[in-house]
């Protein structure tokens, strides 16, 4: 699924995204909130579900080379991390909701 | 230098057609309908400070007042008349999704103080307003970011002339805000030299925990990278203060960060133990005098890794 349908699907708020980003596909998706299992276990080209809202997470999603990022739980990034997001060019979208909704609405769809 | 300079250049460039309106666009536009009169439209810009006020019906532009208008409504006594018989009503307009570069072409050939954005081209759903200083402040911004990450790499990075392919970084204890710079910086240059993604990815996590862990657990050190035809070889060296019990640091799940860092994402013990199963050989030793010193290789070339295990 392209990740424009991907965030229409989920309501999502974008914070940062390209059309370039916008026409890439979400092959999967994955929720973590410890940086090392994410940095180890992310698959390429996944959603990346997290409640982490603070500027490390871009260089993890930039590192593994994620579709986007999307903040959980209403968390909310701050500018910093929302400047870097646009500087490594990675997507980021932020959600009210909780992984486990998001992912059962999403999940056979992908 | 000069390359560097260039690829500065070459990024602003991009930048500007990368950066869309509705990325630097006012989302608040302030409007009145067709029905107001020409004097509300003349107190709303005086309150406002604005000179042009968009007229919308319905979520649609109608046209626009702008102030030059309302000297003429002055001068030919209709102030009180709606603004709907007087107002410009061909408004040049913008899509939402256009890159800024239209935007500016549009402010240097007309010398519109504003253009009006619309949901999509063809439509006249209004989203919001942007100005020409709107457009400088926002490239100004990327420019700045741009320009720091740069200065960052060329104060981190010293690129040995010798052996045109070693890169040393600086990591300082306990500065999250250049976390993961080092290593991005290191994904790129492998991206670069065109090697296997699987194979950058693993130098990646590499880097990325180690560059972590000498931020978060240690006094500060540096991390050398070093490039060779058949392998990349990475060298981290700290201050101190050393892992007491090294068995233990290497086990999955061991970890001695504190609530501050867990709240961050980090102090899951996993970080040494990926980097093990990262790396085709891994060592590390450790001092409670000198630091701790790991040195990681990871082979781009898959048949030296059959070799090496034919070997053992
Ligand atoms: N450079 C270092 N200097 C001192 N102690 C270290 C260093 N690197 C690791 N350690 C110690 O080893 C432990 C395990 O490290 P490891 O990277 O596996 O996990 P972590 O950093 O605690 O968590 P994670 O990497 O999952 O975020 C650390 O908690 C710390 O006590
Ligand atoms: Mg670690």
Known sequence: MKLRQFAEELSLKTYCADEKHLEAEVTTAYSGDLLSDVMAHVPHGAAWFTVLAHLNIVAVAQLRDVACIVIVNGSEPDKQTIDKAISQKVALFGSPENSAPLCMKIGGKL | ?312
Do not use: W
């Not at chain 2, 253009?115 to 402040?137: C, M, N, R, W």
């Not at chain 2, 980090?266 to 790991?294: V, Y």
């Open chain 2, 1 to 312: 230098m000069a390359e560097l300079k260039d690829r500065q250049i070459r990024l602003v460039h991009e930048l500007m057609y990368q950066i869309k309106v509705h990325q630097v666009m006012n989302r608040n536009v302030v409007s009145l309908p067709s029905t107001a009169t020409m004097r509300e439209v003349q107190l709303c810009m005086k309150e406002k400070k604005f000179s042009g006020v968009p007229i919308v019906d319905n979520g649609n532009l109608a046209g626009i007042i702008s102030i030059d208008d309302i000297i003429t409504a002055f001068d030919h006594g209709y102030i009180e008349d709606q603004v709907g018989k007087h107002m410009t009503k061909n408004v040049m307009t913008i899509p939402q999704n256009y890159s800024v570069i239209t935007a500016t072409n549009i402010f240097k050939k007309y010398h519109f103080g504003r253009i009006p954005v619309v949901k999509a081209a063809g439509t006249q759903e209004l989203v919001g307003i942007v100005t020409y200083g709107d457009i400088l402040s926002h490239l100004l911004m990327q420019v700045n970011a741009i320009a720091e990450h740069f200065e960052t790499i060329e104060t981190l990075s010293k690129r040995d002339q010798s052996q045109g392919n070693v890169y040393r970084f600086e990591i300082v204890q306990d500065n999250f805000d250049l976390a993961g710079v080092a290593s991005t910086t290191i994904k790129k240059y492998l991206q670069d030299r065109k090697i296997l993604p699987d194979i950058v990815r693993r130098i990646a996590i590499i880097c990325y925990e180690a560059e972590m862990n000498v931020i978060i657990h240690s006094l500060g050190g540096y991390m050398e990278v070093q490039i060779q035809d058949d392998l990349v070889k990475i060298v981290i060296v700290d201050e101190g203060p050393g892992i007491p019990d090294l068995e233990k640091a290497m086990e999955p799940g061991f970890t001695t960060a504190n609530e501050k860092i867990r709240s961050l994402g980090f102090g899951a013990g996993l970080g040494l133990p990926n980097m093990k199963s990262c790396a085709d050989k891994f060592s590390i030793r450790s001092s409670m005098e000198t630091g701790t010193e790991i040195e990681a290789i990871v082979y781009t070339v898959e048949h030296h890794k059959d070799l090496d295990k034919k070997k053992t």
